[in-house]
């Protein structure tokens, strides 16, 4: 019974300690104020910092993710890109010519479509589907449901644009994935899908069924293609721990529990903007570092410490969203049913709540060349040493009538700042036997603001202040 009673305790103190790590959260989330969220997971360098569900729902519930199929089944692609049965620059015609006259009549122009066309979705093909609800009888995707052959609908549609010319967002385009992975494999996309991606990944519980107003079970699971196969554009139901786990692939380069699944040139170009604010308006009104790559999407939030934050992200229908974050190993999963909600949601308490509270470890990305914007001629060398706990620095600097100072600095590493010791050096001509003096000068804070920006604060008897350094080489995204 103690043994019992002890294991309650734990439970509930692990319970309390996640709804600690971010203050508010829970509460803005059960308040409705974000839209009808059922269920949010955080997890940073692989460990989960936060789970929480709402509105009846539980981990073990199952959730339609819509559009975050797509990214699954670029994955797929890139399964069988990997396994060297499917080419990126192949054409429609070899995938579909078994059904359709690909080339001739209403099928022409659909011959110079890529593998690489589909997945950036740049396909050419005439496409709108976020002008009228998905509900709308004059909703393309509810016109190619309803067709009887989605694949027939979409390859008989008028080319608007040269493959490769433009962003066309297509659900209907995207599952044309599903033929591709038939005919490459001899299997269906949820066969394939379990065999190469679910299982090495240790996901049992998949569904695909189509949206149905009256919920799970209600959606037609009859798929209105010649193979009958699982759409790759849409209608894959997981659970929110399989769609984290997921995420935590692509965040550690492709590789699961040492096993590699994808390629790490396969993410690099699922998350390559193709498509662009210099190459598309969607992106031009979304801002700089926005686009969209191999069926994942790109964009940087600003929290409200003003600090920016590249993420990665699959997104679906009423807004279920695996977000990851590299720079701080961070993935985050949010399932909702806001088919009609239209306020703030996960990215609202990403800018607000959760991302204020997360700072960068201070560790051998910041490695390189640094400065100081406002002022000509001066930097910084940092470099992370003895297993990522000290800091070591080279500052060059100048006196009032120009002649050069050099300084060294070293000292421990705190997560996301360090203490060091800041020492003048002189002499010590180069190639040549003169003795160098050292002499401590004072102290400095280094504290991390986002991957590009770090703060310096100098404390010595010649000057107290706080130097604003910008990144001028190296890169968060290689560790």
């Known amino acids: 019974m103690r043994r019992i009673f002890i294991a309650l305790l734990l439970l509930i103190s692990a319970q309390a300690l996640l709804a600690q790590e971010f203050d508010g959260l829970t509460e803005a989330i059960a308040s409705g104020d974000y839209g009808s969220i059922k269920g949010v997971m955080i997890s940073r360098h692989g460990e989960i910092i936060y789970e929480n569900y709402f509105r009846g729902h539980g981990p073990d519930d199952l959730h339609q993710m819509h559009s975050v199929t797509k990214s699954v089944g670029s994955t797929l692609i890139g399964i ?5 049965k499917i080419r990126l620059d192949q054409h429609l015609n070899e995938f579909f010519s078994d059904y359709y006259p690909i080339g001739d009549g209403l099928y022409a122009g659909k011959e110079q ?5 589909v997945l950036q979705q740049r396909h050419g093909i005439e496409w709108d589907e976020w002008t009228l609800p998905f509900t709308d009888p004059q909703n393309p995707v509810y016109q190619a449901i309803t067709s009887g052959d989605w694949y027939r609908y979409i390859l008989t549609r008028p080319m608007d644009a040269q493959p490769g010319e433009k962003f066309t967002y297509s659900t209907i385009g995207s599952s044309l994935m599903s033929r591709m992975i038939r005919k490459v494999s001899g299997e269906s996309p949820r066969v394939f899908a379990t065999k190469q991606l679910f299982e090495p990944l240790g996901i049992t519980n998949i569904h695909w069924e189509l949206f149905s107003q009256e919920g799970m079970g209600q959606g037609e699971t009859d798929f209105p293609n010649p193979d009958n196969d699982e759409p790759l554009g849409f209608a894959l ?10 995420g935590e692939l692509y965040l550690n380069g492709g590789v699961h529990e040492g096993r590699r699944i994808i390629d790490q040139s396969w993410i690099d170009a699922s998350w390559t903007n193709f498509s662009n604010e210099e190459n598309t308006p969607l992106f031009t009104e979304r801002g ?3 686009g969209y790559g ?7 939030i600003i929290d409200d410490l ?10 679906g229908w009423a807004r279920q969203r695996i977000i990851i974050i590299p720079w701080l190993n961070m993935v985050i999963v949010s399932v909702a049913d806001d088919y009609d909600f239209t306020g703030p949601s996960i990215g609202t308490l990403l800018q607000t709540i959760i991302l204020p509270e997360l ?5 051998r990305r910041f490695n390189g060349a640094w400065y100081n914007p406002l002022t000509d001629g001066q930097g910084l060398t940092l470099e992370v040493v003895n297993n990522g706990q000290t800091l070591i620095g080279f500052w060059y600097t100048y006196t009032d009538d120009g002649q050069l100072r050099w300084f060294t600095m070293d000292g421990p590493i705190d997560k996301s700042e360090a203490n060091v010791t800041i020492i003048e050096t002189s002499g010590g001509l180069f190639l040549q036997d003169d003795p160098v003096t050292r002499t401590v000068w004072g102290s400095g804070h280094f504290t991390v603001i986002d991957c590009n920006n770090v703060s310096f604060e ?7 202040t706080s130097v604003p350094l910008s990144r001028l080489t190296g890169t968060c995204e290689a560790q």
């Open 80 to 84: 069988a890109h990997r396994q060297g």
């Open 113 to 117: 479509i890529s593998v690489e066309h």
């Open 237 to 246: 139901w997981l659970r929110p721990q399989d769609m984290l786990t997921y």
């Open 288 to 290: 700089a570092d926005s």
């Open 294 to 300: 191999y069926q994942w999407w790109s964009f940087t």
């Open 306 to 315: 003003g600090r920016e934050w590249p993420l990665r992200y699959a997104a």
């Open 359 to 363: 700072n960068l470890t201070l560790d």
């Open 458 to 464: 100098i404390n010595s008897e010649e000057t107290n």
